[in-house]
């Protein structure tokens, strides 16, 4: 399968190129030549199959023959070794957990699965491969985990200072070998910038082999289609076909992939993108005007984008047709004062603790439901364990959590983090002067 710029359909290359140099020079994002159809029969009677059995047919379907199967196979099996059950609150609600990985949170899904992939296409070269990615929670946590001793990586993870949890931030910082972080006195976009400038940077690309483990990739992109057909799965061996899927959005790469997996012949009635007060993407299918603006500091800290660089990606699968576009997908926006009832809600309603992220997205099924009742499973996307924002949940209810295996380990670690300001001459000496 080639891969071509979002800027250029004409810029194609191979998915080991697409995935080393993450950004085409002409600052687009690579998407599939083709978008290949899964097999109905597949779809049929894919209540059949187990996760890791889904995620290798999707994956070698979009791939090809670019990665042999038996080889595919050991990267999915290895990569995808937790699950991602499907757990009804009522009759028609249902919550997708996504946060069963090593980190809490669905970006495992992503992270893991490219870790994989580039030391696959790795194994051959013994230079060096330095990972550059800019995170607003838990996509640090993520890839340092996936990443974690992985021969022939370095990952270099920032994030902007005071911005997110501490246990987010524990994870990203505490890790050392192979991982280093540097917290930026700035906002997540300000991160996403310097990282996206060094990828565009001459000089720094001669020095280093430089990639990124952002959901500018596309190796992070192709994983996060797999819960979703095995959602799909899980409620079709409940004799339900009808499925709306909300997802809580910020940097718009978790939906973007549900949307490319309807592309490829799931069978989806309609997806909700859930979003705090960071609101780009609603007011624009509002407005039909794309108008960014600078990230404000929320709750649901993980969402906190302005500008979300994945949407490119989406308007690239609808061809930029707004009006097929708003045929597939609404929008909502909702403020911390929303989220915090949303939260409250949950536990009173459900017994059902979610973090600030989980509320927006069950706060935007809600909506949608109201807007458009209908027999369809309503299914919305816990993308991170309620461990992760203690300083977000009330202490009687974050008392009651059960914490995941290692959480509490995670205390008293140090934190080896390196400051940094938003200035890119500074990052480039940084990567420059530590290679």
Same mark, same amino acid.
């Given at each position: 399968? !080639? %891969?071509?710029?979002?800027?250029?359909?004409?810029?194609?290359?191979?998915?080991?190129?697409?995935?080393?140099?993450?950004?085409?020079?002409?600052?687009?994002?690579?998407?599939?030549?083709?978008?290949?159809?899964?097999?109905?029969?597949?779809?049929?009677?894919?209540? @059949?199959?187990?996760?890791? &059995? /889904?995620?290798?047919?999707?994956?070698?379907?979009?791939?090809?023959?670019?990665?042999?199967?038996?080889?595919?196979?050991? /990267?999915?099996?290895?990569?995808?070794?937790?699950?991602?059950?499907?757990?009804?609150?009522?009759?028609?609600?249902?919550?997708?957990? $996504?946060?069963?990985?090593?980190?809490?949170?669905?970006?495992?899904?992503?992270?893991?699965?490219?870790?994989?992939?580039?030391?696959?296409?790795?194994?051959?070269?013994?230079?060096?491969?330095?990972? $550059?990615?800019?995170?607003?929670?838990?996509?640090?946590?993520?890839?340092?985990?996936?990443?974690?001793?992985? &021969?022939?990586?370095?990952?270099? /993870?920032?994030?902007?200072?005071?911005?997110?949890?501490?246990?987010?931030?524990? @994870?990203?910082?505490?890790?050392? @070998?192979?991982?280093?972080?540097?917290?930026?006195?700035? +906002?997540?976009?300000?991160?996403?910038?310097?990282?996206?400038?060094?990828?565009?940077?001459?000089?720094?690309?001669?020095?280093?082999?430089?990639?990124?483990?952002?959901?500018?990739?596309?190796?992070?992109?192709?994983?996060?289609?797999?819960?979703? %057909?095995?959602?799909?799965?899980?409620?079709?061996?409940?004799?339900?076909? &009808?499925?709306?899927?909300?997802?809580?959005?910020?940097?718009?790469?978790?939906?973007?992939?549900?949307?490319?997996?309807?592309?490829?012949? $799931?069978?989806?009635?309609?997806?909700?993108?859930?979003? #705090?007060?960071?609101? +780009?993407?609603?007011? %624009?299918?509002?407005?039909?005007?794309?108008?960014?603006?600078?990230?404000?500091?929320?709750?649901?800290?993980?969402?906190?984008?302005?500008?979300?660089?994945?949407?490119?990606?989406? @308007?690239? $699968?609808?061809?930029?047709?707004?009006?097929?576009?708003?045929?597939?997908?609404?929008?909502?926006?909702?403020?911390?004062?929303?989220? !915090?009832?949303?939260?409250?809600?949950?536990?009173?309603?459900?017994?059902? /603790?979610?973090?600030?992220?989980?509320?927006?997205?069950?706060?935007?099924?809600?909506?949608?439901?109201?807007?458009?009742?209908?027999? *369809?499973?309503?299914?919305?996307?816990? +993308?991170?364990?309620?461990?992760?924002?203690?300083?977000?949940?009330?202490?009687?209810?974050?008392?009651?959590?059960?914490?995941?295996?290692?959480?509490?380990?995670?205390?008293?670690?140090?934190?080896?983090?390196?400051?940094?300001?938003? #200035?890119?001459?500074?990052?480039?000496? *940084?990567?420059?002067?530590?290679?």
């Amino acid at each position: 399968m !080639k %891969f071509y710029s979002t800027n250029n359909k004409t810029l194609a290359v191979s998915f080991k190129d697409a995935v080393f140099n993450s950004l085409p020079a002409d600052k687009g994002l690579y998407m599939p030549e083709q978008i290949p159809q899964l097999d109905p029969l597949f779809i049929k009677n894919i209540q @059949q199959y187990s996760l890791q &059995e /889904i995620a290798l047919e999707v994956a070698s379907t979009l791939l090809g023959n670019d990665i042999p199967k038996p080889d595919l196979k050991k /990267i999915v099996d290895e990569a995808i070794n937790f699950e991602a059950p499907v757990k009804f609150l009522n009759n028609s609600t249902a919550v997708l957990e $996504l946060f069963h990985g090593p980190s809490y949170a669905f970006k495992d899904f992503g992270a893991r699965f490219m870790s994989r992939i580039m030391a696959y296409f790795s194994k051959a070269d013994d230079k060096l491969l330095d990972v $550059l990615v800019a995170t607003s929670g838990d996509t640090g946590g993520a890839v340092a985990l996936g990443f974690l001793g992985v &021969e022939g990586t370095r990952v270099t /993870i920032l994030y902007p200072k005071g911005k997110v949890s501490e246990v987010q931030e524990l @994870q990203l910082t505490t890790n050392g @070998q192979n991982i280093r972080a540097l917290e930026v006195d700035g +906002t997540f976009d300000d991160c996403q910038a310097l990282v996206k400038q060094a990828f565009n940077d001459e000089e720094l690309n001669q020095t280093l082999r430089l990639t990124s483990a952002n959901s500018i990739n596309i190796a992070r992109l192709i994983p996060q289609t797999f819960y979703y %057909f095995y959602a799909y799965a899980q409620l079709r061996s409940q004799g339900i076909n &009808e499925v709306v899927f909300t997802v809580p959005s910020g940097n718009f790469g978790n939906i973007g992939a549900g949307l490319l997996a309807y592309k490829m012949g $799931l069978p989806v009635k309609h997806f909700v993108a859930a979003t #705090n007060v960071n609101d +780009t993407v609603p007011r %624009f299918l509002s407005s039909g005007q794309y108008a960014p603006k600078p990230s404000v500091q929320t709750l649901s800290n993980a969402m906190d984008v302005g500008d979300p660089s994945n949407w490119v990606r989406i @308007q690239d $699968l609808f061809a930029g047709n707004l009006t097929e576009l708003k045929a597939m997908l609404s929008s909502y926006t909702f403020t911390d004062e929303e989220t !915090k009832v949303g939260m409250d809600r949950l536990v009173q309603d459900a017994n059902y /603790i979610a973090c600030p992220h989980t509320a927006i997205a069950w706060l935007g099924a809600q909506a949608y439901a109201n807007d458009h009742p209908g027999t *369809y499973a309503s299914v919305f996307l816990s +993308t991170a364990h309620p461990c992760k924002f203690p300083d977000a949940i009330d202490a009687d209810v974050f008392a009651k959590i059960v914490l995941p295996d290692g959480a509490e380990a995670l205390q008293g670690k140090e934190k080896l983090a390196e400051p940094l300001a938003v #200035n890119f001459e500074a990052f480039k000496r *940084y990567l420059i002067n530590h290679n």
